[in-house]
T-cell receptor, first 111, second 114 residues
Framework: LAKTTQPISMDSYEGQEVNITCSHN???????ITWYQQFPSQGPRFIIQ???TKVTNEVASLFIPADRKSSTLSLPRVSLSDTAVYYC????????????FGSGTRLSIRP | DVKVTQSSRYLVKRTGEKVFLECVQD?????MFWYRQDPGLGLRLIYF???????EKGDIPEGYSVSREKKERFSLILESASTNQTSMYLC?????????????FGPGTRLTVT
């Protein structure tokens, strides 16, 4: 199973770029890497997904090295509203045994 | 907009009671999931269903069962609630058979077992 490891917490300031790394040493060939954001009292919300190299959308970028044993979520120019818990998920949804969430990184943004 | 709804936001039950948590999605998704979320442990998968009447055990199925009689509805059942099942329960759904693994989550049910 591709167990994931993330930092428990991170702090940053408004306007900075924030990078959150997830380690997944045992990632399988069919596994995708997905990141979610969760605010208090809400369910997680999809941010971005990738398989290899770099993916970018309107809110974030995801960097995945060639060996795919880690991934980095990059949030450009964060604001106070980016304060949340960020989860890395590695899995291939053909089987429940392959759906593994990390324990999450609590990101705090200060003015 | 995809909508995943859960029957209750807050629920208080007594030890030994049978508890039903209901989840409904309106986007014709094949996959549905039940997770529990506890401080410091993140989200742990209880059960996964990839079609009507089809299910797979996740990481922590003990003490739980599920039912999926209709595509849009996925129920989590605690046969005999215990205090260690006090938790936040999250339901999610997603499409099957595509390269997108985006799951849509409901708002969660905070269950307290006393």
């Amino acid at each position: 199973l591709a167990k994931t490891t993330q930092p428990i917490s991170m702090d940053s300031y408004e306007g900075q770029e924030v990078n959150i790394t997830c380690s997944h040493n045992n990632i399988a060939t069919n596994d995708y890497i997905t990141w979610y954001q969760q605010f208090p009292s809400q369910g997680p919300r999809f941010i971005i997904q990738g398989y290899k190299t770099k993916v970018t959308n309107e809110v974030a970028s995801l960097f995945i090295p060639a060996d795919r044993k880690s991934s980095t979520l990059s949030l450009p120019r964060v604001s106070l509203s980016d304060t949340a818990v960020y989860y890395c998920l590695v899995g291939a949804y053909s089987s429940a045994s392959k759906i593994i969430f990390g324990s999450g990184t609590r990101l705090s943004i200060r003015p | 907009d995809v909508k995943v709804t859960q029957s209750s936001r807050y629920l208080v039950k007594r030890t030994g009671e049978k508890v039903f948590l209901e989840c409904v999605q309106d986007m014709d998704h094949e996959n549905m999931f039940w997770y529990r979320q506890d401080p410091g442990l993140g989200l742990r998968l209880i059960y996964f269903s990839y079609d009507v009447k089809m299910k797979e055990k996740g990481d922590i199925p003990e003490g739980y069962s599920v039912s999926r009689e209709k595509k849009e509805r996925f129920s989590l059942i605690l046969e005999s609630a215990s205090t260690n099942q006090t938790s936040m329960y999250l339901c999610a759904s997603s499409l099957r058979g595509t390269t997108s693994h985006e799951q849509y989550f409901g708002p969660g049910t905070r269950l307290t077992v006393t």
